[in-house]
């Protein structure tokens, strides 16, 4: 499956932006989603992820109140609502799909190409 991010871009802090991740080649109902960021100068890390069927979620404690995942498996997306964002927001976002259960890990099996989030203060 490819997987394709979009929707970032720069805003305020307690602003809001939705990201898009779109899926190709595969049905994305046979998957489960994350959502991953890196900042510069640090290592890529766990954001959110939803189950298959949307049922189960996690989410790392700092986005907790703030951030949502969803997914819409007829349009074969995936979406990740932002809100209240901070400047520590800050990052590129990658979303990512794997066989299986939803994991905090990084052990997915197919990532796209990540999308910019810029939270100024």
């Known amino acids: 499956v490819q997987l394709q991010a979009s929707g970032g871009g720069s805003v305020q802090a307690g602003g809001s932006l939705r990201l898009s991740c779109a899926a190709s080649g595969r049905t994305l109902n046979n998957y489960a989603v994350g959502w991953f960021r890196q900042a510069p100068g640090k290592e890529r890390e766990f954001v959110i992820a939803?189950?298959?069927?949307?049922?189960?979620?996690y989410y790392v404690g700092s986005v907790k109140g703030r951030f949502t995942i969803s997914r819409d498996n007829i349009k074969n997306t995936a979406y990740l609502q932002m809100n209240s964002l901070k400047p520590e927001d800050t990052a590129v976002y990658y979303c990512?799909?794997?066989?299986?259960?939803?994991?905090?890990?990084?052990?997915?099996?197919?990532w796209g190409q990540g999308t910019q989030v810029t939270v100024s203060s």
């Open positions: 990512a799909a794997r066989v299986g259960s939803a994991s905090m890990g990084r052990n997915y099996d197919y």
């Open positions: 939803i189950s298959k069927y949307g049922v189960t979620t």
